[in-house]
Every structure is written in structure tokens, then in C-alpha cells.
């Protein structure tokens, strides 16, 4: 069992930047594939990006490539998300997830645990 927590989200300019973090509890933290996923107000939710158990991985959606950064502290129990350059397009409640699966993965139904969510609002 993982519980997730996730901080960082606020308002902020386009053109921007924001870090959100995602604390893990549980001794297994550095076993599990961890992603970031965002859901916009009437719209399903949708992969961010992802990273492997040990960091040597990761994925990234198209719409967030060479603008975010995933990076995973094992040691902290920790995943964090860097967002630059941001876009009002990018507002959205981001979720942490975490899926005890050995693949990285885009699809939701693949991540077994969750987080509550962190508001993100990019002002244009």
C-alpha cells in the first residue's frame, strides 16, 4: 500500500515555472513506476509523464516535451515534476500516481495508487 501527497501546484504567469512534489509513504517506494497525470475541468484525465523505479527512464507526453522534467528521489520517497515555460493550456488539477507494475506506462488503468491532486492555474 502507497499513499501519495502531492504539493507545489499554484498560480502562476505563462511563461513560468513550477515544481510539484509527490511525498510516498511506505518502505517500497523505490520499487514502483511513479507518473504524473492532469485532469482540466470537463475533460479526462491525461498522462504527463513517467519515470521508471530507478530514474534511468523516463516518458513524457507530446504536449509537455522539452517544457517538463520528471525526476524521482528514492531516498526521499519523493517524485517531483518541474514545469517551465508554462502555457494556460496547462491548468489543471495534477495527480501523482504509482503503478507496481516493471513497465512505464501512459495509461491510467496501470497505476494502482493515487494521489489527491495539486491545482494548477497558468495565467495568460
Known amino acids: 500500500q502507497v499513499q501519495l501527497v502531492e504539493s507545489g501546484g499554484g498560480l502562476v504567469q505563462a511563461g513560468g515555472s513550477l515544481r510539484l512534489s509527490c511525498a510516498a509513504s511506505g518502505r517500497t517506494f523505490s520499487s514502483y513506476t511513479m507518473g504524473w497525470f492532469r485532469q482540466a475541468p470537463g475533460k479526462e484525465r491525461e498522462f504527463v509523464a513517467a519515470?521508471?523505479?530507478?530514474?534511468?527512464?523516463?516518458l513524457y507526453a507530446n504536449s509537455v516535451k522539452g517544457r517538463f522534467a520528471i525526476s524521482r528521489d528514492n531516498a526521499k520517497n519523493t517524485v517531483y515534476l518541474q514545469m517551465n515555460s508554462l502555457k494556460p493550456e496547462d491548468t489543471a488539477v495534477y495527480f501523482c500516481?504509482?503503478?507496481?507494475?516493471?513497465?512505464?506506462?501512459?495509461?491510467?488503468?496501470?497505476?494502482?495508487?493515487w494521489g489527491q491532486g495539486t491545482q494548477v492555474t497558468v495565467s495568460s
Open positions: 519515470i521508471n523505479w530507478s530514474g534511468g527512464t523516463t
Open positions: 500516481a504509482a503503478n507496481a507494475r516493471l513497465i512505464i506506462t501512459r495509461q491510467v488503468v496501470n497505476y494502482d495508487y
